[in-house]
């Protein structure tokens, strides 16, 4: 099993610029979320999803879209990329089995 | 609202020393709370859980319901624990909230 996986590792962008943090599960979790880590103020739950075709806002939501067509995949869009969204962005999910969550390696985004 | 405060972002200790990371909480409901720990340039993992009542790597945490903490406890620190750690409470909605972190350095 491959985990969680994420791509593209690193990215740089231009403010306005819009893009697509991808994210993979091969566990066939159900939950599946996305957090932004900043120093000093830990993760930070963007938005989350239960399940195929269910998504849900967390705590940091503005200027993030997700859809979830799959259970499989859980993408990330940011639609107009300001400097306030670098970050590293995790993607994880959940084995409703045991509560444990499992994280991919992250995207490091810096936006100019 | 559910809160998860760690009240050290740096920590520091000599090889060998004992290690506490703090956690505190607050939460209305039942809890049920972890540790995760970042490793340099790996991705975050769980290290334990308080349902569980383990030893993980040397590492314990007992929930203090009383003082409404979480605290990580090791004995005798190694270079290897050195790392990012995190504390999180799972909520009544099934949501991760975690602590800010604390970086830990063990120190030869």
């Known amino acids: 099993n491959a985990g969680v996986t994420q791509t593209p590792k690193f990215q740089v962008l231009k403010t306005g610029q819009s893009m697509t943090l991808q994210c993979a599960q091969d566990?066939?979790?159900?939950?599946m979320s996305w957090y932004r880590q900043d120093p000093g103020m830990g993760l930070r739950l963007i938005h989350y999803s239960v399940g195929a075709g269910i998504t849900d806002q967390g705590e940091v939501p503005n200027g993030y879209n997700v859809s979830r067509s799959t259970t499989e995949d859980f993408p990330l869009r940011l639609l107009s990329a300001a400097p306030s969204q670098t970050s590293v962005y995790f993607c994880?999910?959940?084995?409703?089995?045991?509560?444990?969550?499992?994280f991919g390696p992250g995207t490091r985004l810096t936006v100019l | 609202a559910q809160r998860v405060t760690q009240p050290e972002k740096l920590l520091s200790v000599f090889k060998g020393a004992p290690v506490e990371l703090k956690c505190n909480y607050s939460y209305s409901g039942s809890p049920e709370l972890f540790w995760y720990v970042q490793y340099s340039r790996q991705r975050l993992q769980l290290l334990l859980r308080h349902i569980s009542r383990e030893s993980i790597k040397g590492f314990t945490a007992d929930l203090n319901k009383g003082e409404t903490s979480f605290h990580l406890k090791k004995p005798f620190a190694q270079e290897e624990d050195s790392a990012m750690y995190y504390c999180?409470?799972?909520?009544?909605?099934?949501?991760?909230?975690f602590g800010s972190g604390t970086q830990l350095t063990v120190l030869p």
């Open positions: 994880a999910s959940r084995s409703g089995a045991t509560n444990e969550q499992f």
């Open positions: 999180a409470l799972f909520n009544s909605a099934r949501q991760l909230t």
């Open positions: 566990m066939n979790h159900e939950y």
